[in-house]
């Protein structure tokens, strides 16, 4: 007699699993997908994505700020915002390469796996491949200053980066203006105190670089014209207090017997407010600035006694002013010390654009500048914000490792021609892979020629004869000429990029190709995730409906219930 063989329900009703090839293939088709939404920014010439969402709308052909604007669901294809994000936050640009990087590898790593190829056999093949790449560009890269100065690679590295970005025309100012600022923030590049804000109106080369903290006048009471609007090495107090009489809470009830105790209440709210302002007065202070509101009393208070005060003062620029200037911010007007106060080389109060700034010259606790952003549109000037930020991560990082390659494709033609010859020292199988990894590598100096109208095949065509017949030292940094329509010696043609750009996008791509691969199978349970949104919760276990509290035997009997995802056992025939 044949033995009943049991089913085993492991997943609930509605779980849908998909797992082998098939499922491989899929993850990678839709990696695909996003690195063909992203690919045409790449490169000086690329073009621009508009994105709207949430309401609101974003121009930009910077990397990471595209992958985050897409919303994208597909859990696999989420790992390229994730190391755009990282490459951002890492060295600030490359963000459109290491994701175009990524997707040309699972696009080679495709044919293989359809091929019947393990997925190990492939990630070992590329992650070895990758580690040879990087030793290569940490051999061939040039230190900073070797033949001009520090200063002008640093400019030229900046330049590079804005190449591609909405202000490229005014690339030489820019490139300038933030070497200048990286530059005055001291040796530890905290890149925090370099503040940027933006003006409308005006062109992009009324931009100005301020030794120092700025921010945007605050409301302000009358009395406030009479205050003076420049001051030489002024004390600044900053402060968290209340410096205006407070009005009655809503159900407040205070009963009083006669005029003169209600007199009595109002001459004691005005004299706690009269005492704040002569301790802050006391303490020597020239320019005051709260967190919040200085009311009319306290202005004109202390527009007579020729003191200027700000309230409603963003709490960001509070701190950066504490930072650059000294001091510390006080929530009490006690017992305020000299070594509470800051200080400043000069300090005023100018028009820009149709607004009035404050600005603190010089500050003589750290070394802070703002960059006042001029330009025309709304979406214009943001885009330009994030091109200038850019440009700051690059000269910190071309700064702090001192190493650079160059840029235009040429880095990636010279490691592809070198993984080319390293893979005739390998047999078997990781042979082809790491051949398939070379060719990948192509896809930077095709994209920059393909984005910018030219002929990407004639162009990879002169780049491979030049990288492999033409003289060592100078062949190897032959990339796509923009301007000639043409290949030339980018390095010489001052399109520098630091090295550890290409160093971490490489890793970055590596490590996210090597991911997707090593993913077989998705489990997705739609019915729990819309539990979840609706506040529900799984059931504990050995809570009623749980597995534990079944058993087996509730188990056997939900066969003709709800699962639907059942295994067979081993025992039957």
Not at 274 to 280: A, F, S, V
Not at 521 to 543: D, I, L
Request: with cysteine; proline share 3%; glycine share 8%.
């Amino acid at each position: 007699m044949a033995q009943i063989q049991p089913q085993i329900v492991l997943l609930r009703d509605g779980t849908d699993t998909s797992q082998g090839i098939g499922q491989l293939i899929s993850n990678i088709n839709a990696c695909m997908t996003v690195v063909d939404t992203i690919k045409t920014t790449l490169g000086p010439r690329g073009l621009d994505k508009l994105i709207q969402g949430k309401g609101t709308t974003t121009i930009s052909n910077d990397g990471a700020t595209v992958m985050k604007c897409l919303d994208i669901q597909h859990p696999a294809a989420k790992t390229l915002i994730e190391i755009a994000k990282a490459q951002d936050a890492e060295v600030g640009d490359g963000t459109t390469s290491v994701v175009v990087l990524a997707g040309e590898f699972l696009r080679e790593a495709k044919q293989f796996v359809e091929d019947g190829l393990h997925p190990q056999i492939i990630i070992r093949a590329f992650r070895d491949a990758c580690e040879y790449a990087v030793a290569h560009i940490n051999k061939i890269a040039v230190p900073i200053g070797d033949n001009e100065s520090e200063y002008d690679v640093l400019v030229k590295c900046a330049q590079t980066a804005l190449n591609s970005k909405i202000i490229n025309h005014d690339k030489g100012f820019f490139a300038k203006m933030a070497v200048n600022a990286v530059q005055a923030i001291g040796e530890d590049m905290n890149l925090s105190n370099i503040g940027i804000k933006k003006v409308q109106g005006g062109s992009m080369t009324d931009s100005q670089l301020i030794n120092g903290v700025a921010f945007l006048k605050t409301f302000s009471y009358a009395g406030f014209e009479q205050q003076p609007k420049s001051f030489e090495k002024p004390k600044i107090l900053l402060l968290n207090v209340e410096l205006e009489l407070k009005a009655e809470k809503d159900n407040a009830e205070i009963r009083v017997k006669n005029p003169e105790q209600y007199q009595a209440i109002v001459d004691a709210e005005w004299k706690i407010i009269y005492d704040k302002l002569e301790k802050c007065v006391e303490t020597g202070a020239k320019i005051i600035l709260s967190k919040l509101p200085i009311g009319d009393l306290a202005t004109q208070y202390f527009a007579d006694r020729q003191i200027f005060c700000a309230g409603r003062v963003p709490i960001d620029d509070l701190k950066r002013v504490a930072k650059s200037c000294g001091g510390a911010i006080q929530t009490s007007v006690n017992k305020i010390t000299e070594d509470n106060l800051g200080s400043c080389e000069t300090f005023e109060e100018k028009q820009v654009g149709n607004e009035r700034y404050n600005f603190f010259h010089k500050g003589s606790a750290a070394k802070s500048v703002t960059i006042i952003l001029r330009g025309g549109a709304e979406h214009f000037i943001d885009e330009a914000e994030r091109s200038l930020h850019d440009a700051l991560c690059i000269v910190k990082r071309a700064t702090a490792n001192t190493t650079v390659v160059a840029g235009g494709g040429a880095i990636e033609m010279e490691l592809s021609k070198q993984l080319r010859d390293y893979a005739h020292s390998i047999k078997g199988k990781p042979q082809v892979i790491v051949n398939s990894f070379a060719r990948a590598l192509e896809v930077i100096p095709r994209l920059v020629a393909d984005n910018a109208g030219f002929d990407s095949t004639e162009i990879l065509n002169k780049l491979r004869q030049k990288h492999y017949t033409g003289d060592s030292d100078s062949s190897k940094w032959f990339g796509v000429d923009i301007v000639n329509e043409d290949v030339c010696d980018t390095f010489a043609a001052s399109v520098l990029e630091p090295s550890i750009v290409k160093r971490n996008a490489l890793r970055s791509a590596t490590e996210a190709a090597c991911l997707i691969l090593s993913i077989d199978e998705t489990v997705k349970n739609p019915e729990s995730e819309q539990a979840q949104a609706q506040g529900g919760r799984p059931h504990p276990a050995g809570a009623p409906g749980s597995m534990s509290q079944q058993g087996m035997r509730g188990m056997m009997q939900s066969m003709g219930g709800r699962g639907i995802k059942t295994m067979k056992g081993m025992g039957g025939k």
